[in-house]
Nanobody, 126 residues
Framework: QGQLVESGGRLAQAGDSLTLVCAGS????????MGWFRQAPGKERVFVAA????????YYSDSVKGRFTISRDNAKNTVYLQMNSLKPEDTAVYYC???????????????????WGKGTLVTVST
């Protein structure tokens, strides 16, 4: 049974940089499309970034494009989210997810994910 565990969340100041880590265990996630989602207090969980299993293509929400970078190290079964120029509106619980394909991730939404982590909290102060 595969598991995803996020880490790296903390209190940061606006303008800071932060790297989130999603470590997979129990199975290899190298053939899965991987994504990051976030859920702000009182709001729905939304898409942040995703990457094909090969790492050949990345996708970003408009709100983070140009500031966040998703990457993966399949040898380490790990996915990263580098977050630069943080803003208070980036405050949220960040979740890592795996889907059997990038098409599934976008077509089926949150329900189509095969694996979810439990999340890591990022708080950005002014």
């Amino acid at each position: 049974q595969g598991q995803l565990v996020e880490s790296g969340g903390r209190l940061a100041q606006a303008g800071d940089s932060l790297t989130l880590v999603c470590a997979g265990s129990g199975r290899t996630f190298s053939t899965y499309a991987m994504g990051w989602f976030r859920q702000a207090p009182g709001k729905e969980r939304v898409f942040v970034a995703a990457m094909r299993w090969s790492g050949s293509t990345t996708y970003y929400s408009d709100s983070v494009k140009g500031r966040f970078t998703i990457s993966r190290d399949n040898a380490k079964n790990t996915v990263y989210l580098q977050m630069n120029s943080l803003k208070p509106e980036d405050t949220a619980v960040y979740y890592c997810a795996a889907a059997n394909s990038i098409a599934t991730m976008f077509k089926t939404g949150l329900d189509g994910m095969d694996y979810w982590g439990k999340g890591t909290l990022v708080t950005v102060s002014t």
